[in-house]
Nanobody, 115 residues
Framework: QVQFVESGGGLVQPGGSLRLSCTAT????????WGWYRQAPENERELVAE???????TYADSVKGRFTISKDNAKNTIYLQMNNLKPDDTNIYYC?????????WGKGTLVAVSS
């Protein structure tokens, strides 16, 4: 099992920045990918950004150039630096870690972008 501590969400004005953090504890031996997801209009969770154990990154087209994912291996923590936030970024952001046969989710942290 894996447990998460997510933080960094909040209310910000359009154009502002936030940094999300997610620390995972537990059995992380088989984890290959760490990422952030948010709820899509169709109610499925969509990938926002992902980083692998060899530091390869993937981003949703809508956040490229604005969001940056990073990982601190020593702390088992990933970060999502979100710049130039837009109202469409308003959502609950979920931390996710997964391997070939395992897939764990955090409870989410709310990001609200509004003037």
């Amino acid at each position: 099992q894996v447990q998460f501590v997510e933080s960094g969400g909040g209310l910000v004005q359009p154009g502002g920045s936030l940094r999300l953090s997610c620390t995972a504890t537990g059995n992380l031996f088989s984890i290959k990918k760490w990422g952030w997801y948010r709820q899509a209009p169709e109610n499925e969770r969509e990938l926002v950004a992902e980083i692998t154990t060899d530091y390869s990154t993937t981003y949703a087209d809508s956040v490229k150039g604005r969001f940056t994912i990073s990982k601190d291996n020593a702390k088992n923590t990933i970060y999502l630096q979100m710049n130039n936030l837009k109202p469409d970024d308003t959502n609950i952001y979920y931390c996710n870690v997964r391997g070939y046969v395992v897939n764990f989710w955090g409870k989410g942290t709310l990001v609200a972008v509004s003037s």
